[in-house]
């Protein structure tokens, strides 16, 4: 006997499936469904620089390479996003002992790369202070 299905149920049946969640991976896309990938895919050059630049622009120190590694991958792999990562560095305990207010954070050498906007910058372009 053959079962009706509609639009939508077809729709959903097709974009929470395994095989959209690895076609999404594959294109570097959030597939936005409820199935997890069943593929990996390695860190792109780009996305070792962000992960890197976590430990730069937040942490003001070079990534050991597990840790850049680790990172790059949950990002490539779309475990995290961005914005996960980056609130796990800046609201995380290495950064968080650093005890930093604004002026402390402003004057630190090593949070200012030119080849990334720091976070010093963020906070002197939207005027905050950084308290608990």
């Given at each position: 006997m053959k079962k009706d299905y509609s639009r939508?149920?077809?729709?959903n049946g097709f974009v929470n499936s395994v095989?959209?969640?690895?076609?999404c991976l594959e294109y570097g896309i959030n597939s936005g469904g409820s199935a997890k990938p069943t593929i990996e895919k390695k860190p792109s050059s780009a996305v070792n620089d962000f992960a890197t630049r976590l430990y730069t622009t937040?942490?003001?120190r070079?990534?050991?390479?597990?840790?850049?590694?680790?990172?790059?991958?949950?990002?490539?792999?779309?475990?995290?996003?961005g914005t996960e990562a980056a609130q796990v560095f800046f609201f995380g305990p290495e950064f968080t002992s650093l005890n930093l207010t604004t002026s402390l954070y402003g004057n630190r050498n090593e949070f200012v790369n030119p080849k990334f906007v720091s976070m010093r910058k963020?906070?002197?372009n939207y005027n905050i202070n950084l308290v608990d």
């Amino acid at each position: 006997m053959k079962k009706d299905y509609s639009r939508l149920d077809v729709f959903n049946g097709f974009v929470n499936s395994v095989e959209w969640a690895n076609i999404c991976l594959e294109y570097g896309i959030n597939s936005g469904g409820s199935a997890k990938p069943t593929i990996e895919k390695k860190p792109s050059s780009a996305v070792n620089d962000f992960a890197t630049r976590l430990y730069t622009t937040c942490l003001g120190r070079d990534g050991e390479g597990d840790g850049i590694a680790y990172w790059a991958d949950m990002l490539a792999n779309m475990q995290v996003t961005g914005t996960e990562a980056a609130q796990v560095f800046f609201f995380g305990p290495e950064f968080t002992s650093l005890n930093l207010t604004t002026s402390l954070y402003g004057n630190r050498n090593e949070f200012v790369n030119p080849k990334f906007v720091s976070m010093r910058k963020v906070l002197e372009n939207y005027n905050i202070n950084l308290v608990d």
